[in-house]
């Protein structure tokens, strides 16, 4: 167990376009570096830290958004990806599936191999990605038709 000194950069708030110094914030502290018995594991010490514009720039953006409440998607654009969305990926998931399924029964009668238990696996999530489609379709249709109209 070693006791080492440790600085963290922290954005003081939203960063807009380049990020400068005044924009973050600099915490030193010390930490004690232990690694499990046994393990393969590695502590890495970096020697330069990158602050490019776009990376933070995205991942507070988001975080911003949802914590402040704002819309993702103005309603007339969110309905109309949500009826297309819908549709397109429920027919690719349909034809998808009911194609490959009896294609990889066929496969599976020779010999038994990581392809067909691969193909498989695959089958069955885009079959569960459809029910989860389905459910979700079902639950915005529902509170589409029981909200009120202005």
């Not at 004690?32 to 890495?44: M, R």
């Not at 990158?50 to 969110?78: H, I």
């Not at 998808?96 to 089958?123: C, K, Q, V, W």
């Amino acid at each position: 167990m070693a006791q080492v000194r440790n600085k963290q950069v922290i954005l003081r708030d939203y960063v807009t376009g380049f990020p400068k110094e005044s924009d973050m914030n600099i915490v030193e502290g010390t930490i004690t570096l232990k690694l499990p018995e046994g393990s393969n594991d590695v502590l890495l010490k970096n020697l330069y830290l990158s602050c490019d514009p776009y990376m933070p720039a995205q991942v507070f953006r988001q975080v911003q958004e949802l914590s402040t409440g704002k819309q993702l998607l103005k309603p007339r654009m969110g309905a109309i990806i949500d009826f297309v969305g819908d549709q397109i990926m429920a027919h690719l998931l349909i034809s998808s599936a009911s194609s490959a399924i009896p294609l990889t029964n066929r496969m599976r009668e020779g010999a038994d191999n990581i392809f067909t238990d691969t193909s498989s696996a695959a089958i069955s999530m885009s079959i569960f990605a459809f029910l989860c489609l389905a459910v979700s379709a079902l639950i915005s249709g529902y509170k589409l038709s029981v909200q009120p109209y202005v």
